[in-house]
């Protein structure tokens, strides 16, 4: 118990904080920050696994929640059937051509040695490739995309229960990892870096400029939830007959019925909105629980071990006769897939897929400060970093709020430097996400929960 001490304090301080916006703002508004704080927490430990474990910088994490996104719209909406009829079939022909397109470059490099012959056979076969490509799929998505485009214009997806697309988006990132890692992992850290950025802005530019692939920046609403919708739950009577239990001192006090009725139906609206929130907080537990331990147990085995090696010392592991570019392709997989699931949990919360809203700051940079304040190299700590960051990131806003309401009580509502301030709330939360990234860096330079090393 002493030796995880501090894990328990970090964590008892962050649920103390939480519980405090319950109290001090609305339990709606502590539940989003839970939920969002538990989806940051998939992707820091996402970032971990390549970072904390290999040493791999990967700057791409923004591409992989948008395809979690993607497999999120692809799985869980209906197909539009006017749509695959009149473009469907051209759509698969280019799929099938693209992976002909593929193995055939495949089987020429394997087959013949480096040559002008085999450099002019894989340039013949990209450029006949793409012209075919393109004759077949331009009028195809023309098509697709005159059908209801103010609702539709789109393929659709497959309609299944949302919950599958969060192993689609772990296969859909896996995949796109294992492209750019059998590419670009040879590169120095610095290029590895700039690769895999570049890499997610081609990935979100394709989601935005594809309408027919997911209604590209017209966006997709309205998508399936795993858990209840707030307007069933409000006409079902075991949830009323609830509500009314857990407020009965409240309505006992009022003696006039239409009165108590309005009280009631007031409750249960806000009450059905923290009892959805409450649901997804407990399926995402449940996820962020299950990587936790598979994250561990993989820490701590022998391929954990093996994997630290390789982030100490390349050269020594390497001459030790382990297959350093081969744990580095695996774990870069792993790790991208794991935010590919937070990616598809983000659009099952939020119920739309946006693809203008992923941009680097957010989905990018921001999960890397996670990382570096709560302490690469430990898992305990990846999650932590997810939650303390994006407590401050939200509630930056309200706090300096209260600190210029408190500092310039004296000042008149309309005093300029007050206004001033006021009107500068926005921009806080970067101030303070510097300063705080500043003092972590001076006093904690390897995180809040730093990595800890078990001797065997």
């Not at 109290?23 to 998939?42: E, H, K, N, R, T």
């Not at 509502?413 to 500043?438: D, K, Q, W």
């Amino acid at each position: 118990m002493r030796k995880n001490l501090d894990i328990i304090s970090a964590y008892s301080i962050m649920l103390g904080l939480i519980i405090l916006v319950g109290f001090l703002q609305s339990w709606s508004m502590a539940l989003s920050i839970l939920c969002l704080c538990l989806i940051s927490a998939v992707m820091t430990m996402g970032a971990n696994i390549q970072w904390g474990y290999a040493g791999l910088i990967n700057f791409g994490i923004m591409g992989y929640t948008a395809l979690g996104g993607l497999a999120a719209v692809l799985v869980s909406v209906p197909p539009v059937r006017e749509a695959w009829q009149v473009g469907g079939f051209s759509m698969i022909l280019c799929a099938f051509l693209i992976a002909f397109m593929v193995f055939s470059i495949r089987f020429i490099i394997k087959k013949y040695s480096q040559s002008k012959k085999r450099s002019y056979g894989i340039v013949a076969i990209i450029i006949v490739g793409l012209i075919l490509l393109r004759l077949i799929s331009a009028p195809a998505i023309e098509s697709i995309e005159s059908v209801s485009p103010a609702t539709t214009g789109f393929l659709g997806g497959m309609g299944l229960p949302i919950l599958f697309s969060w192993i689609i988006g772990a296969f859909f990132a896996g995949s796109l990892a294992y492209i750019i890692g059998k590419i670009a992992l040879g590169l120095r850290a610095d290029y590895l870096a700039i690769a895999t950025l570049l890499i997610s802005e081609i990935v979100i530019s394709v989601i935005k400029h594809e309408d027919w692939l997911a209604r590209g920046v017209k966006n997709v609403i309205g998508l399936k939830r795993p858990v209840p919708y707030e307007v069933d739950l409000q006409t079902k009577e075991w949830f009323i007959n609830l509500v009314q239990k857990f407020n009965q001192g409240a309505l006992n006090l009022i003696t006039d019925t239409l009165e108590r009725q309005e009280l009631l139906k007031q409750l249960v609206i806000e009450s059905s909105t923290v009892f959805v929130k409450l649901c997804f907080a407990g399926l995402f537990t449940v996820v962020v629980i299950i990587l936790l331990i598979i994250t561990q147990k993989a820490l701590y085995s022998p391929w954990g071990r093996m994997m630290r090696a390789i982030r100490d010392n390349e050269e020594a592991a390497n001459a030790m006769g382990k297959n350093v570019v081969k744990q580095h392709l695996l774990i870069f997989v792993l790790g991208s897939a794991i935010v590919g699931i937070a990616g598809a949990m983000m659009v099952t919360y939020d119920g739309l897929f946006t693809p203008g809203s992923y941009r680097p700051m957010r989905y990018t940079f921001l999960i890397w400060v996670m990382v570096i304040v709560g302490g690469s190299g430990n898992n305990f700590g990846a999650i932590l970093g997810g939650f303390a960051v994006w407590f401050l990131w939200v509630e930056a806003a309200p706090i300096a709020l209260f600190l210029i309401n408190f500092f310039t009580s004296g000042l008149e509502e309309t005093n300029a430097f007050r206004v001033h301030l006021v009107n500068s709330i926005p921009y806080f939360r970067f101030l303070m996400m510097g300063v705080g990234l500043l003092l972590i860096m001076r006093y904690r330079p390897k995180g809040i929960l730093p990595e800890k090393i078990k001797h065997i």
